[in-house]
């Protein structure tokens, strides 16, 4: 059964400081997605990334980094120079395409903290 | 502008009483999707609908009922068999294939009394 865990319930850091959120999964299948989502205070969840399972290349979008590495099973999220307007949860989120096409596993989040 | 609308923002209900939350979607999604957060447990499913006239139940089903009638509206019945309804309850959709990514509704908090 798929599974992901993000062991990090709270962080807290001062602005501009780097920040690393922790994803690890689980899942039997070969072909997977790997997601991150935002939730601002508002409770919106805003989509940032999809990464499939074969492309391990790292992706950088303007502050934001994430590292997949397919043999720790985990797609770890930076925040480089971290601002107040990043202080949400992160969700990191996991689907299966080659056991049906399953909806997305969801963690249980990281409430991230940065502070002026 | 395309998106997800969810009302209302807050709902208040007495104990016993069923409710309905609405969800529309513009985007013109085939799959439309449930889920319930609690503090703390992250976003757990309760249904999903990858057509019209199609659903299938998520991880915690029990108590709550769906219909999908129009592609653009896929409203959640909260029933009074649900043990513990007061939570926040946020509304998805995304193409016709589910493991693709979710777009979200603003979310409607529940509060049952």
């Known amino acids: 059964a798929q599974k992901v865990t993000q062991a990090q319930t709270e962080i807290s850091v001062v602005e501009k400081e780097d920040v690393t959120l922790d994803c690890v999964y689980e899942t039997r299948d070969t072909t997977y997605y790997l997601f991150w989502y935002k939730q601002p205070p508002s409770g919106e969840l805003v989509f940032l990334i999809r990464r499939n399972s074969f492309d391990e290349q790292n992706e950088i979008s303007g502050r934001y980094s994430w590292n997949f590495q397919k043999s720790t099973s985990s797609f770890n999220f930076t925040i480089t120079a971290s601002q107040v307007v990043d202080s949400a949860v992160y969700f990191c989120a996991l689907s299966e395409r080659n056991s049906g096409n399953t909806p997305l596993v969801f963690g249980k989040g990281t409430r991230l903290s940065v502070i002026a | 502008d395309g998106g997800i609308t969810q009302s209302p923002k807050y709902l208040f209900r007495k104990e016993g009483q069923n409710v309905t939350l609405s969800c529309e979607q513009n985007?013109?999604?085939?799959?439309m999707y449930w889920y319930r957060q609690d503090p703390g447990q992250g976003l757990r499913l309760i249904y999903y609908?990858?057509?019209?006239?199609?659903?299938q139940k998520g991880d915690i089903a029990e108590g709550y009922s769906v219909s999908r009638e129009k592609k653009e509206s896929f409203p959640l019945t909260v029933t009074s068999a649900q043990k513990n309804p007061t939570a926040f309850y946020l509304c998805?959709?995304?193409?016709?294939?589910?493991?693709?990514?979710?777009?979200f509704g603003p979310g409607t908090r529940l509060t049952v009394t």
């Open positions: 609908s990858q057509i019209v006239n199609d659903f």
């Open positions: 998805a959709s995304s193409t016709g294939t589910p493991s693709y990514e979710q777009y």
């Open positions: 985007l013109n999604h085939d799959a």
